[in-house]
């Protein structure tokens, strides 16, 4: 028979895997859970566009009008878009509507490449904000108070900030103050907070930047609540932002067949949200902090066998076995190929999961089984299951894990993002290009960040980082050749 992808879906679906990962849905589960699952077996029949009655996206004034303002009233904004071409189109469009051709924008160094992307589209000049990195786990916390305050400082002749926060790992900062500050110099605050639609639903969980100060907030429904991918909302708050023009740029940028399934989708979202949202999250918190505690007792009362970091968004859990000679990637696989558990990411020291309140109890406790497994499996050997006496672990399975650390410092720009991108290239092998300026980006992913953009000047500590990297099981995109010979760079003579 031939292959469709929805045969591969369909098959996919039929074994089960528990999901760690995006869509915040976690295969439908939910939508069973609490009975929308009436609605959304007619799905198919209610595909339509623009007719008498169902109101337009790019025109609101009826139905799609009240859903919006509903849906602003329960993320305490003042006003709420719907977006059906994700969080992406969102980050550009606030990009492009606020920023004038040729001026700055500040934004943190790990955004996403959404940012970069719109910065070509509408030549901007992006002036970057360094992100800590945790070394231990490679993982990307954020940018600090103190540094943000001095680019903006420096660069005073930017009228726009955007940041990511919470970040693709759950860390959050002092957004409240970097919002003031910014106001203070006359700039627009824009919050890719594609990671923190659920913020709202515990005060145990960081604040939405919607209560902080923010004037624009993009938000990926479809990662953390349960709305069909693709489907982000963006809030807007104050009067620093000209509407119109935000508008026009979304009608530039987003289909002009709004699919009115994804809407449906972000408004069957808000309404678990706004009746179900809070007491989910407190089982999902409950069962993340037993998760947390059963490992805790069972593998870690000596020392950090299995290392969880957690700390401010909860919802976010990293863990890493790096300290029993496990990689992320070797682990990403084990769960997915024996346990059919899928996490969101791997890097080389551990996995990311992204917890919504789709996910149950359930997933949790098979979680801790396949890590006790693994953990007896390939660490454990020779000591008896049912013993549980870890204390004696046989250490000959183990091996070092070390890597080269993230390259922290920010490449040299030679040339702006857009004019980069339109310059003549020259493929060079990978080891040549070290000093000469890239044509093109390289991106590991996930979680898509960009190393180097085109027009920045490649260190050897990029090429030394990707070329191990890959080695370990990284995956690079970005660039065109997959198996990173070569690259493009910029001939300036
Ligand atoms: C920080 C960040 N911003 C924006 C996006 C784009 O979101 P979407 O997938 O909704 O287009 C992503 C996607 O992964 C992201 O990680």
Same mark, same amino acid.
């Given at each position: 028979?031939? *292959?469709?992808?929805?045969?591969?879906?369909?098959?996919?679906?039929?074994?089960?895997?528990? #999901?760690?990962?995006?869509?915040?849905?976690?295969?439908?589960?939910?939508?069973?859970?609490?009975?929308?699952? *009436?609605?959304?077996?007619?799905?198919?029949?209610?595909?339509?566009?623009?007719?008498?009655?169902?109101?337009?996206?790019?025109?609101?004034?009826?139905?799609?009008?009240?859903?919006?303002? %509903?849906?602003?009233?329960?993320?305490?904004?003042?006003?709420?878009?719907?977006?059906?071409?994700?969080?992406?189109?969102?980050?550009?469009?606030?990009?492009?509507?606020?920023?004038?051709?040729?001026?700055?924008?500040?934004?943190? %160094?790990?955004?996403?490449?959404?940012?970069?992307?719109?910065?070509?589209?509408?030549?901007?000049?992006?002036?970057?904000?360094?992100?800590?990195?945790?070394?231990?786990?490679?993982?990307?916390?954020?940018?600090?108070?103190?540094?943000?305050?001095?680019?903006?400082?420096?660069?005073?002749?930017?009228?726009?900030?955007?940041?990511?926060?919470?970040?693709?790992?759950?860390?959050?900062?002092?957004?409240?103050?970097?919002?003031?500050?910014?106001?203070?110099?006359?700039?627009?605050?824009?919050?890719?907070?594609?990671?923190?639609?659920?913020?709202?639903?515990?005060?145990?969980?960081? *604040?939405?930047?919607? !209560?902080?100060?923010?004037?624009?907030?993009?938000?990926?429904?479809?990662?953390? !609540?349960?709305?069909?991918?693709?489907? #982000?909302?963006?809030?807007?708050?104050?009067?620093?932002?000209?509407?119109?023009?935000?508008? #026009?740029?979304?009608?530039?940028?987003?289909?002009?067949?709004?699919?009115?399934?994804?809407?449906?989708?972000?408004?069957?979202?808000?309404?678990?949200?706004?009746?179900?949202?809070?007491?989910?999250?407190?089982?999902?918190?409950?069962?993340?902090?037993?998760?947390? !505690?059963?490992?805790?007792?069972?593998?870690?009362?000596?020392?950090?066998?299995?290392?969880? %970091?957690?700390?401010?968004?909860?919802?976010?859990?990293?863990?890493?076995?790096?300290?029993?000679?496990?990689?992320?990637?070797?682990?990403?696989?084990?769960?997915?190929?024996?346990?059919?558990?899928?996490?969101?990411?791997?890097?080389?020291?551990?996995?990311?999961?992204i917890c919504t309140i789709g996910n149950e109890k359930e997933d949790f406790n098979k979680l801790e089984l396949a890590l006790e497994d693994i953990f007896i499996k390939y660490f454990a050997r020779n000591i008896n299951k049912d013993n549980k006496n870890y204390k004696e672990q046989n250490n000959i399975y183990k091996k070092i894990l070390k890597m080269s650390s993230y390259p922290e410092e920010i490449p040299i720009k030679a040339?702006?993002?857009?004019?980069?991108?339109?310059?003549?290239?020259?493929?060079?092998?990978?080891?040549?290009?070290?000093?000469?300026?890239?044509?093109?980006?390289?991106?590991?992913?996930?979680?898509?960040?960009? !190393?180097? #953009?085109?027009?920045?000047?490649?260190?050897?500590?990029?090429?030394?980082?990707?070329?191990?990297?890959?080695?370990?099981?990284?995956?690079?995109?970005?660039?065109?050749?997959?198996?990173?010979?070569?690259?493009?760079?910029?001939?300036?003579?």
């Amino acid at each position: 028979m031939e *292959k469709f992808i929805l045969n591969k879906l369909i098959e996919l679906k039929d074994e089960q895997i528990v #999901s760690f990962h995006i869509p915040g849905h976690k295969s439908g589960k939910i939508f069973k859970k609490l009975g929308y699952d *009436k609605f959304l077996d007619k799905i198919y029949t209610l595909d339509t566009t623009e007719i008498e009655g169902t109101d337009n996206l790019h025109n609101a004034k009826e139905i799609i009008k009240s859903s919006q303002e %509903r849906t602003a009233k329960i993320f305490n904004s003042d006003e709420s878009i719907y977006l059906v071409n994700g969080s992406t189109c969102g980050v550009e469009a606030a990009i492009m509507a606020t920023c004038e051709p040729k001026s700055k924008i500040i934004t943190n %160094r790990d955004c996403h490449q959404s940012v970069i992307n719109a910065c070509i589209l509408g030549n901007i000049e992006p002036i970057y904000i360094k992100s800590n990195i945790c070394k231990e786990t490679n993982i990307i916390n954020g940018v600090e108070v103190k540094e943000v305050k001095k680019i903006i400082d420096d660069n005073l002749d930017a009228k726009v900030i955007i940041l990511t926060y919470p970040t693709y790992y759950g860390s959050v900062y002092d957004l409240k103050t970097i919002c003031e500050y910014a106001h203070s110099k006359d700039m627009i605050v824009v919050v890719d907070e594609a990671h923190g639609a659920h913020l709202q639903l515990s005060d145990e969980l960081p *604040k939405s930047s919607i !209560l902080q100060g923010a004037d624009i907030i993009i938000q990926s429904t479809h990662k953390t !609540l349960p709305a069909f991918t693709q489907s #982000s909302i963006m809030h807007i708050n104050g009067d620093r932002v000209n509407k119109n023009k935000l508008f #026009s740029m979304l009608r530039f940028l987003e289909s002009s067949s709004p699919s009115y399934l994804l809407m449906s989708s972000l408004e069957l979202a808000v309404d678990i949200y706004d009746k179900y949202g809070q007491e989910l999250m407190n089982d999902l918190l409950d069962n993340i902090n037993e998760f947390k !505690l059963n490992i805790n007792n069972k593998f870690n009362k000596d020392k950090e066998n299995i290392i969880i %970091r957690n700390e401010m968004d909860k919802t976010k859990i990293f863990i890493s076995l790096k300290n029993i000679g496990i990689t992320g990637y070797e682990l990403d696989e084990l769960l997915r190929q024996e346990y059919k558990i899928q996490c969101e990411l791997s890097n080389y020291y551990g996995i990311l999961l992204i917890c919504t309140i789709g996910n149950e109890k359930e997933d949790f406790n098979k979680l801790e089984l396949a890590l006790e497994d693994i953990f007896i499996k390939y660490f454990a050997r020779n000591i008896n299951k049912d013993n549980k006496n870890y204390k004696e672990q046989n250490n000959i399975y183990k091996k070092i894990l070390k890597m080269s650390s993230y390259p922290e410092e920010i490449p040299i720009k030679a040339i702006n993002p857009r004019d980069a991108f339109y310059s003549e290239k020259k493929t060079i092998k990978m080891e040549d290009s070290i000093g000469k300026i890239s044509g093109e980006y390289i991106i590991p992913y996930p979680p898509g960040i960009s !190393l180097i #953009s085109p027009g920045e000047i490649i260190t050897t500590e990029i090429i030394t980082y990707i070329q191990e990297g890959v080695k370990n099981g990284m995956i690079v995109s970005g660039i065109k050749d997959a198996n990173l010979e070569y690259i493009d760079i910029i001939d300036i003579g």
